[in-house]
């Protein structure tokens, strides 16, 4: 490293110089900032605004970094190299461990995206922190040094003179740098930029702990917030910092520390990082640029005349809004129509004292008259449309589409949005690929800084190398040794655009189906290839990752490729067999052939003993069936025969009741019919009433009512119907006999006056 050439005076100078070239930008961008933040409606600013940057800045921000990107870490050149693959995938381990880990890379992103937003340039700052740990023990030579004798101090116990330091983790943070603390050499392009420098704020210990004592306490802490403190809360600001300017020297290769506080250099070092280019900062994210220098336009300026109308329109529209009221006179003798306005609500009636008089002046158009305020409504909705136009002018100088806003017409074809989304799309392509060469610049520093300073032991602990295949795990000694070799810059490391923004998943999807649909098309080319001409597989398999690598979902397979790639380029170098004798091959086929003949035949007699094999087993199953069968139907009809005498045994009951039913019916009958004959008419009916009674006990008795189904049953029921009509007609009689009991008799006498009879 060159000694430095620079004196604390020339880098004042240089600093002063930067200053004043660009006070005029911070003063924009403080203005824009506060426009963003909407000061002036803090401030009770009665003039209405329309924050149309507000709004822009969240539109445009999601489509250039929505989240952390997804590195990629590959060989610089695609070789066969399984040491390199392995390196490769430690290395973005690494990285995506120090993404995930710890969140100074997604704040640094956002925040330098912000500040591109609003003044045109955000800057972010990388850094190598180890993180000691003091542990118990000696050396790893056993023999504990001490470099000044003098430094040695008796009161320190002998466990605390023993403790080692150690390293207990390592990280490569990213710091963001706020727009006001960076700066660099005045240039017209950042090729010519040969020094960067950033303010860093320290408190008294830190400067202490940086610089030592005797230069900790020299530096003043005399440097306040820039921020306005007006509006807070001063006490919060007593403990105040002093500013230390951190210098890259590109020319010498120096990083300077200076105060101009305290106006002196505090301290000098060679470089401490190491990387390529030197400076610890990627380019920052620039808006517009010219040839001249590397001031920056923020994308505010080139649509401040529409924002500024846009507000004009908007502070007319609010008092267009005030003056659509109504107002007007009335005739002060009809006080009652004050209350109309204030009280004629939910159809209320308002009452009229003298309404002759006031019908006579013709109502409420004669005592009322009102301001027209169809003007006010007309010019309301011309504001609306210019102010829509001067919208859609900001949107077409931002670039803007209304599909990104949110806003499509529900009438056009999917086609129509397609093609806006993709035209819109294309607008933010410049502005999203300056976003991906930021980020990949910060992830290259972060690479550089794991493998020259990170230990091993950090690199195989962030990289889980123990999760990886055994085949991986033998080539890790070796991609370690590549990973620090500081000669072999063998590495690549990319960051995709799409990997920082939101991702559509059916296009997620269908690159996938994409890629499985040209991976099988591949395959089924290769076998016969394989086949034919197996020393054309290697090259097969190189156009093959080749086409893989186009697929971010391909690259996880790059090492299976590999692999796959090498086993048969081994195979391919393996020496084939001599071609063999025409005559040979004849005989050799021949003989094939009959033995294929002699195969076949013996495949048709097996086929054939197998089914006849097959047709006597069913057979014989068959027969097993059909003797089962017979067994079943001779027991099914021995239990109809046992069920058959059960029912006749059970018929032959029944007829029994039956007939002592039919018997008793017939013997009631007859003694009926005796004790009509030989008692008379009225003791005839009263036994055939009791033989009708012992009769229909009788029927209870031998369970007449449940013989619903015998075939018996007809002739009872014909003997019922002859017993109730013979009933019936001994009934008639016995009423005429008592009807000529009851006539009146007269006597009969002969000629000589003696009774001979009644009539």
């Given at each position: 490293?060159?000694?430095?050439?620079?004196?604390?005076?020339?880098?004042?100078?240089?600093?002063?110089?930067?200053?004043?070239?660009?006070?005029?930008?911070?003063?924009?961008?403080?203005?824009?900032?506060?426009?963003?933040?909407?000061?002036?409606?803090?401030?009770?600013?009665?003039?209405?605004?329309?924050?149309?940057?507000?709004?822009?800045?969240?539109?445009?921000?999601?489509?250039?970094?929505?989240?952390?990107?997804?590195?990629?870490?590959?060989?610089?050149?695609?070789?066969?190299?399984?040491?390199?693959?392995?390196?490769?995938?430690?290395?973005?381990?690494?990285?995506?461990?120090?993404?995930?880990?710890?969140?100074?890379?997604?704040?640094?992103?956002?925040?330098?995206?912000?500040?591109?937003?609003?003044?045109?340039?955000?800057?972010?700052?990388?850094?190598?922190?180890?993180?000691?740990?003091?542990?118990?023990?000696?050396?790893?030579?056993?023999?504990?040094?001490?470099?000044?004798?003098?430094?040695?101090?008796?009161?320190?116990?002998?466990?605390?003179?023993?403790?080692?330091?150690?390293?207990?983790?390592?990280?490569?943070?990213?710091?963001?740098?706020?727009?006001?603390?960076?700066?660099?050499?005045?240039?017209?392009?950042?090729?010519?930029?040969?020094?960067?420098?950033?303010?860093?704020?320290?408190?008294?210990?830190?400067?202490?702990?940086?610089?030592?004592?005797?230069?900790?306490?020299?530096?003043?802490?005399?440097?306040?917030?820039?921020?306005?403190?007006?509006?807070?809360?001063?006490?919060?600001?007593?403990?105040?910092?002093?500013?230390?300017?951190?210098?890259?020297?590109?020319?010498?290769?120096?990083?300077?520390?200076?105060?101009?506080?305290?106006?002196?250099?505090?301290?000098?070092?060679?470089?401490?990082?190491?990387?390529?280019?030197?400076?610890?900062?990627?380019?920052?994210?620039?808006?517009?640029?010219?040839?001249?220098?590397?001031?920056?336009?923020?994308?505010?300026?080139?649509?401040?005349?529409?924002?500024?109308?846009?507000?004009?329109?908007?502070?007319?529209?609010?008092?267009?809004?005030?003056?659509?009221?109504?107002?007007?006179?009335?005739?002060?003798?009809?006080?009652?129509?004050?209350?109309?306005?204030?009280?004629?609500?939910?159809?209320t009636l308002i009452p009229v004292k003298n309404w002759q008089a006031f019908a006579e002046k013709q109502g409420m158009r004669g005592a009322i008259d009102?301001?027209?305020?169809?003007?006010?409504?007309?010019?309301?909705?011309?504001?609306?449309?210019?102010?829509?136009?001067?919208?859609?002018q900001i949107y077409e100088i931002m670039g803007i589409a209304d599909i990104q806003r949110g806003q499509t017409d529900p009438n056009e074809t999917l086609?129509?949005?397609?093609?806006?989304?993709?035209?819109?799309?294309?607008?933010?392509?410049?502005?999203?690929?300056?976003?991906?060469?930021?980020?990949?610049?910060?992830?290259?520093?972060?690479?550089?800084?794991?493998?020259?300073?990170?230990?091993?032991?950090?690199?195989?602990?962030?990289?889980?190398?123990?999760?990886?295949?055994?085949?991986?795990?033998?080539?890790?000694?070796?991609?370690?040794?590549?990973?620090?070799?500081?000669?072999?810059?063998?590495?690549?490391?990319?960051?995709?655009?799409?990997?920082?923004?939101?991702?559509?998943?059916?296009?997620?999807?269908?690159?996938?189906?994409?890629?499985?649909?040209?991976?099988?098309?591949?395959?089924?080319?290769?076998?016969?290839?394989?086949?034919?001409?197996?020393?054309?597989?290697?090259?097969?398999?190189?156009?093959?990752?080749?086409?893989?690598?186009?697929?971010?979902?391909?690259?996880?397979?790059?090492?299976?490729?590999?692999?796959?790639?090498?086993?048969?380029?081994?195979?391919?170098?393996?020496?084939?067999?001599?071609?063999?004798?025409?005559?040979?091959?004849?005989?050799?086929?021949?003989?094939?052939?009959?033995?294929?003949?002699?195969?076949?035949?013996?495949?048709?007699?097996?086929?054939?003993?197998?089914?006849?094999?097959?047709?006597?087993?069913?057979?014989?199953?068959?027969?097993?069936?059909?003797?089962?069968?017979?067994?079943?139907?001779?027991?099914?009809?021995?239990?109809?025969?046992?069920?058959?005498?059960?029912?006749?045994?059970?018929?032959?009951?029944?007829?029994?009741?039956?007939?002592?039913?039919?018997?008793?019916?017939?013997?009631?009958?007859?003694?009926?019919?005796?004790?009509?004959?030989?008692?008379?008419?009225?003791?005839?009916?009263?036994?055939?009433?009791?033989?009708?009674?012992?009769?229909?006990?009788?029927?209870?008795?031998?369970?007449?009512?449940?013989?619903?189904?015998?075939?018996?049953?007809?002739?009872?029921?014909?003997?019922?119907?002859?017993?109730?009509?013979?009933?019936?007609?001994?009934?008639?009689?016995?009423?005429?006999?008592?009807?000529?009991?009851?006539?009146?008799?007269?006597?009969?006498?002969?000629?000589?006056?003696?009774?001979?009879?009644?009539?």
């Amino acid at each position: 490293m060159a000694d430095s050439i620079h004196t604390y005076e020339e880098w004042y100078k240089k600093i002063g110089q930067y200053d004043r070239a660009f006070k005029k930008w911070e003063a924009r961008t403080d203005r824009i900032v506060k426009k963003y933040r909407d000061d002036d409606r803090r401030q009770n600013n009665p003039n209405a605004r329309f924050n149309i940057m507000w709004s822009n800045v969240q539109t445009i921000t999601p489509a250039i970094f929505a989240r952390l990107p997804r590195p990629d870490v590959s060989r610089r050149f695609r070789d066969n190299d399984p040491v390199g693959r392995v390196a490769s995938m430690m290395l973005e381990r690494a990285l995506e461990y120090e993404l995930e880990h710890y969140t100074d890379y997604k704040t640094a992103m956002q925040s330098s995206v912000f500040d591109r937003l609003m003044g045109g340039r955000g800057t972010a700052w990388v850094r190598y922190e180890p993180h000691i740990a003091a542990r118990p023990g000696t050396p790893e030579d056993g023999i504990q040094v001490t470099e000044d004798i003098d430094d040695y101090d008796e009161s320190q116990s002998e466990q605390d003179r023993n403790m080692v330091e150690e390293i207990e983790y390592e990280c490569a943070p990213v710091d963001y740098v706020h727009w006001r603390d960076f700066g660099h050499t005045y240039a017209r392009t950042w090729e010519e930029v040969t020094a960067v420098w950033r303010k860093v704020y320290m408190n008294r210990n830190a400067l202490v702990e940086r610089f030592g004592e005797e230069v900790g306490y020299q530096i003043p802490l005399d440097t306040k917030p820039e921020q306005n403190v007006k509006d807070y809360d001063k006490s919060a600001y007593e403990a105040n910092q002093a500013c230390i300017y951190e210098i890259w020297d590109k020319e010498t290769g120096k990083v300077i520390w200076i105060s101009k506080s305290l106006g002196k250099v505090l301290d000098e070092k060679d470089d401490p990082l190491e990387l390529e280019g030197f400076f610890p900062c990627p380019k920052p994210l620039y808006a517009t640029l010219t040839t001249e220098n590397l001031e920056p336009i923020p994308d505010f300026t080139m649509y401040q005349d529409q924002a500024r109308e846009l507000d004009t329109l908007a502070d007319r529209i609010e008092g267009l809004i005030n003056a659509l009221k109504v107002r007007g006179v009335y005739d002060a003798s009809n006080s009652e129509l004050q209350r109309l306005f204030s009280e004629g609500e939910n159809n209320t009636l308002i009452p009229v004292k003298n309404w002759q008089a006031f019908a006579e002046k013709q109502g409420m158009r004669g005592a009322i008259d009102l301001v027209d305020i169809a003007p006010f409504a007309v010019a309301l909705q011309q504001c609306y449309q210019a102010m829509d136009q001067v919208k859609g002018q900001i949107y077409e100088i931002m670039g803007i589409a209304d599909i990104q806003r949110g806003q499509t017409d529900p009438n056009e074809t999917l086609g129509a949005q397609i093609i806006k989304s993709n035209n819109a799309a294309g607008r933010l392509k410049t502005m999203q690929h300056n976003v991906v060469d930021f980020a990949t610049k910060l992830l290259q520093f972060k690479a550089q800084i794991i493998c020259k300073h990170f230990t091993p032991e950090s690199i195989l602990k962030m990289s889980a190398a123990d999760q990886m295949s055994e085949q991986d795990k033998m080539l890790i000694p070796q991609a370690i040794e590549m990973l620090k070799d500081p000669n072999v810059g063998n590495f690549r490391v990319e960051v995709t655009s799409d990997s920082m923004i939101f991702q559509d998943e059916q296009q997620e999807k269908a690159d996938r189906m994409q890629f499985l649909q040209m991976a099988g098309g591949f395959f089924q080319n290769i076998v016969p290839l394989g086949q034919t001409a197996p020393e054309l597989v290697p090259i097969a398999m190189e156009m093959l990752k080749f086409a893989t690598t186009a697929f971010k979902a391909g690259k996880q397979l790059e090492g299976q490729i590999d692999e796959t790639a090498n086993k048969l380029a081994e195979l391919a170098k393996q020496p084939r067999p001599p071609a063999p004798n025409p005559e040979l091959l004849k005989i050799q086929a021949q003989a094939q052939a009959r033995q294929a003949e002699m195969q076949m035949q013996a495949q048709i007699d097996q086929a054939k003993l197998q089914a006849e094999m097959q047709a006597e087993a069913n057979k014989q199953e068959m027969q097993a069936r059909e003797n089962q069968y017979r067994n079943q139907l001779e027991h099914e009809r021995a239990m109809a025969d046992k069920a058959a005498e059960l029912e006749l045994e059970k018929a032959k009951i029944e007829a029994e009741k039956s007939k002592d039913l039919l018997l008793a019916y017939v013997d009631n009958a007859t003694k009926i019919e005796t004790a009509r004959i030989s008692q008379g008419i009225s003791d005839g009916t009263m036994a055939y009433s009791e033989a009708i009674s012992k009769a229909d006990n009788l029927q209870d008795f031998v369970g007449y009512p449940d013989m619903a189904n015998h075939p018996l049953k007809p002739v009872l029921d014909n003997m019922n119907m002859s017993n109730q009509q013979m009933t019936q007609m001994l009934m008639a009689l016995v009423q005429q006999l008592n009807e000529a009991q009851n006539r009146p008799k007269q006597v009969i006498r002969d000629e000589n006056g003696k009774i001979v009879g009644v009539k």
